[in-house]
């Protein structure tokens, strides 16, 4: 019986453009789909984020262009910490999955991977 399970995913754009937020988000979806044998029909929601300095784009837009039409999309702005990555896209997905939580693959991109680093080092 499959459970609902969270996936999380971040990476940065180079700019504050349309076509490299759409991009960067792309990328960060696919392989988050591909890393967890994913089907479109399998996710439930998206909830995204980005860093103040990112607002040429809604990240969800990517999603509705590589075939996510009957997700639920949701974004927002992170909050503005100093120090804080810039031009930072945060995703946390929702999906149907057999998976355990320790078999999901949370995806971390570009300058992105220093977010998860971080994360164990206050652990």
């Given at each position: 019986?499959?459970?609902?399970?969270?996936?999380?995913g971040a990476t940065t754009s180079?700019?504050?453009?349309?076509?490299?937020?759409?991009a960067a988000t792309a990328e960060m979806l696919d392989l988050i789909i591909k890393e967890n044998s994913l089907k479109v029909d399998?996710?439930?929601?998206?909830?995204?984020t980005t860093t103040q300095d990112l607002n040429a784009e809604f990240?969800?837009?990517a999603a509705r262009k590589i075939g996510w039409v009957n997700v639920a999309l949701m974004c927002s702005h992170?909050?503005?910490?100093?120090?804080?990555?810039?031009?930072?896209?945060?995703?946390?997905?929702?999906?149907?999955?057999?998976?355990n939580p320790?078999?999901?693959?949370?995806?971390?991109?570009?300058?992105a991977v220093?977010?998860?680093?971080?994360e164990f080092e206050d652990d």
């Open positions: 019986m499959s459970k609902v399970q969270a996936i999380r180079p700019s504050n453009s349309s076509e490299e937020i759409l399998d996710i439930i929601s998206a909830f995204f990240p969800p837009v992170e909050m503005k910490v100093p120090g804080a990555l810039p031009k930072c896209i945060r995703v946390m997905v929702h999906v149907n999955t057999d998976k320790t078999d999901i693959v949370n995806i971390y991109l570009r300058d220093n977010l998860r680093k971080r």
